[in-house]
């Protein structure tokens, strides 16, 4: 096969994107880490060699195979490298939220560092229904019901929070808010928040 150099961007191509699908799925189903914008295409390097190197079999029938037209030749090439570094990204993704080698490593005894960047990711992740008391700087005190329909940001710079349904507090109960179709909060109003057990 003779390589141009349409056929050299093209497979360059094919080499660098399955480490940005492998991120972007980590990334979609775990809260990520901040970090800059170098450490973030080495990992994306990083995750490209492994999905070669996973992949490389089917690379090399399809790079082999001369009885396909050169068109079929690279929408498989594509397709090997999309939906292959997607399953390899959600297979990454499970192992890191069932946390499966920090468990190996403490039965080691090895101390490890939490994957989960900050508290607030770490609670909101878990998407658990819950009643919810929110405290703000002014000590009023909002309650409501956080569930499938609320929001938090997983954005560093805007912790801001909505809550699906407003609640009323009285004599000891929570009554729903029958007008409430839920409530927003921004980041630099919160002081306190509490989650109450409930259905």
């Not at 909002?142 to 499938?148: H, K, P, R, T, V």
Request: hydrophobic letters at 40%; aromatic letters at 16%; charged letters at 20%.
């Amino acid at each position: 096969m003779i390589i141009d150099s349409f056929d050299a961007i093209f497979y360059t191509a094919i080499f660098i994107l399955p480490g940005f699908i492998v991120n972007s799925v980590i990334d979609a189903t775990n809260p990520p880490k901040k970090q800059n914008e170098c450490v973030y295409l080495l990992k994306c390097i990083f995750f490209s060699l492994i999905s070669c190197a996973i992949y490389s079999w089917l690379y090399k029938i399809v790079l082999d195979c001369e009885k396909i037209s050169t068109s079929l030749h690279w929408i498989l090439l594509i397709l090997i490298s999309t939906v292959g570094s997607s399953i390899l990204g959600f297979a990454i993704a499970i192992i890191k939220q069932y946390q499966w080698i920090d468990r190996v490593l403490s039965k080691l005894k090895v101390n490890t560092i939490h994957t989960t960047p900050t508290a607030w990711d770490y609670y909101f992740s878990k998407q658990k229904s819950s009643f919810v008391i929110i405290t703000l700087l002014d000590d009023t005190k909002l309650y409501g019901w956080y569930s499938n329909n609320s929001f938090t940001s997983s954005d560093y710079e805007e912790r801001d929070i909505f809550i699906e349904k407003g609640y009323i507090f009285e004599n000891d109960n929570w009554k729903e808010d029958s007008e409430s179709e839920g409530f927003y909060v921004a980041k630099d109003q919160i002081k306190l928040i509490e989650f109450k057990k409930g259905e």
